[in-house]
């Protein structure tokens, strides 16, 4: 007996409806329009949370300028009311600036 070769023929492909192709190509559309339009929302709210940061450094930085100017302005100031040279208007008006610097 002579044994057959399988010499199966692939299927033809069938048709895909123009509706379902239709529908693909709708849905994948709407994909990428919703993905660009989600990426331009979240690159906004990165660069207000950008801002706000950069905004609260320059404060910081501020007010570590500013602690340091009345450090070395303080350091000056003799506050020991037995030593020579005290001055109890300059320590009162110190007294005042760092006062009002903190109620800020």
């Known amino acids: 007996k002579k044994k057959k070769k399988n010499t199966t023929q692939p299927k033809k492909m069938t048709t895909v409806s123009p509706t379902i192709k239709f529908f693909r190509w709708a849905l994948l559309s709407a994909g990428f329009v919703y993905g ?3 990426k331009s929302t979240l690159e906004k709210q990165e660069n207000v949370l950008k801002a706000k940061e950069a905004a ?3 404060a910081e930085k501020a007010q570590v300028e500013s602690k340091k100017a009345s450090d070395s302005a303080n350091s000056t100031l003799i506050t020991d009311p037995t030593a020579e040279g005290f001055d ?3 320590v009162l008006v110190s007294f005042s600036e760092t ?3 903190k109620s800020k």
Request: hydrophobic share 35%.
């Open 88 to 90: 109890l208007e300059k």
């Open 99 to 101: 006062d009002a610097a």
């Open 36 to 38: 660009v339009s989600h």
């Open 56 to 58: 609260k450094e320059e």
